[in-house]
């Protein structure tokens, strides 16, 4: 039997309103232009490596983000199989008898969409099981979930230039590693993942919208809720690493990245609803341009803005 610790690279659409992304978007979010894993034997001992490229069927191009990200070049994946091709060179390399493993949830989901928009939705992966949940269980981090870096520092793991993050085979060697040091290699059994759906905001003008429990926007700003919203496309919490500064609406805004999605518009604004009650509505978009230098070029903007404002409150 062996251990096999995988991790993958995907790239997403340049927009959300392409017409890839129209066409195809509710049944494939990501498309994976990587797979990379490390198998270990019974003993946890390293034996051999897997890196495939994989030539994405549906968002072609490269997103700038994910290159910038992984440093996948678009003539990385000039020649690579397919999906299925790919799938199937990996599955030929697990073997027969092996137990799965990833670092965290969000690596399935995708690979599971990814398996049955190529290959039909009856196909199903094999049973995986999540590393960083067992090593969240050995820390007693509670339901806070550690990230690789961390619990690399964690266990004296030091990275390397031979072994950069964000490539898929990389990553898959660092969790690896982590996962030597745990004491138990069966306890990993105890954690099994499932796949959770990946589907896309319905409405990306408005985004995700949903009613903080403040009736003032001084005290939502303030509030978590607010300083750590969820992405509309995926859920998953950001920061908001400038903060907030108002709109000529009454709004308030502040931007935020998700790490797979991009750049995200929060913002604030006070309503009364029908019983007279007034009650402040946060919504948050995704952004129609993701180009890196929009990207940076954005953040510096509002970190002036936000600035501007702090003056302006200091002086008042």
Known sequence: MH??????????????????????GGKLMFDLIQIGAVKLDEQRRMVGSFNQFIAPGCYKKLHPRISRITGILQEDLYGAPGFEEAFGRFVSWCGEDFRLMTWGCDDISVFQQNLGFYLGEGREMPPVYDL??????????????????????????????????????????????????????QAALEHPQKARALTPAKEKRDGMADVLRFDSLSQAIGSLPAKNPNCPACGRRMAVPEGYAPMRDQTWRALADCPDHGLVFVDLAVETDAQGKRRVLRRAA????????????????WAQKVKQQNGKEASA
Do not use: C
């Open 286 to 301: 995704l952004s129609d341009q993701q180009s890196p230098a929009y990207v940076k070029t954005k953040h510096l903007q």
């Open 3 to 24: 251990y096999i610790v995988m991790d993958l690279e995907w790239n997403q659409p340049l927009s959300h309103r392409s017409p890839q992304f129209k066409r195809t």
């Open 132 to 185: 960083q949940k067992l090593y969240g269980a050995l820390e007693e981090t509670g339901k806070n979930r550690a990230g690789l870096q961390s619990a690399m520092k964690r266990h004296g793991i030091e990275a390397s230039m031979e072994h950069p993050f964000h490539s898929a085979v990389d990553d898959a060697y660092y969790t690896a590693l982590v996962f030597q040091r745990f004491p138990d290699a």
